[in-house]
Nanobody, 124 residues
Framework: QVQLVESGGGLVQSGGSLRLSCAAS????????MAWFRQAPGKEREFVAA????????DYADSVKGRFTISSDNAKNTVSLEMNSAKPEDTAVYYC?????????????????WGQGTQVTVSS
């Protein structure tokens, strides 16, 4: 089993910055993808960003491209999401997820393990 624990959520003003972190523990894989998803009230969970194990490949949703940056620290088994130029529409619960296949994909169904989520609120 894999445990994913998110941290760093909170309240930020529009245009501000926030950094989310996700710590992974438990079972290890030779190759995997780490990603962030988010779910706003009344909406479906959506893909935000993903990164391959050694950071060679990244992918971003169009809505966050140029504002958010995903990064990983393999030594610490963490993945982070730097959120800049935050907008009220970024308000959501943010989830960390792991895909043990190692294939970089955006589909929720591809991810085997999920964290409990951390709330991000962007005030206007």
């Amino acid at each position: 089993q894999v445990q994913l624990v998110e941290s760093g959520g909170g309240l930020v003003q529009s245009g501000g910055s926030l950094r989310l972190s996700c710590a992974a523990s438990g079972r290890t894989f030779n190759n995997y993808i780490m990603a962030w998803f988010r779910q706003a009230p009344g909406k479906e969970r959506e893909f935000v960003a993903a990164i391959s194990r050694f950071g060679r490949h990244t992918d971003y949703a169009d809505s966050v491209k140029g504002r958010f940056t995903i990064s990983s620290d393999n030594a610490k088994n963490t993945v982070s999401l730097e959120m800049n130029s935050a907008k009220p529409e970024d308000t959501a619960v943010y989830y960390c997820a792991l895909d043990s296949s190692g294939i970089l994909r955006r589909s929720l169904r591809s991810y085997d393990y999920w964290g409990q989520g951390t709330q991000v609120t962007v005030s206007s």
